[in-house]
């Protein structure tokens, strides 16, 4: 399974894990933004494409 996140910025996050997906876009989310993400944000933000 596939996770992509796309950020408000533009910014895309595409893992094929979970845990990587959070790890990346709440570093993403802090360090471009300022923001402090929990993992249920990210995973509502979350696109599962399944290809
Ligand atoms: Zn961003």
Redesign the pocket.
């Known amino acids: 399974m596939t996770f992509t996140v796309k950020?408000?910025?533009?910014?895309v996050v595409q893992t094929d894990d979970e845990e990587s997906l959070i790890a990346q876009v709440s570093d993403?989310?802090s360090s471009?933004?300022d923001m402090d993400l929990s993992r249920e944000d990210i995973l509502a933000m979350a696109n599962n494409a399944e290809s």
């Open positions: 950020c408000f910025c533009g910014a993403h989310a471009v933004h």
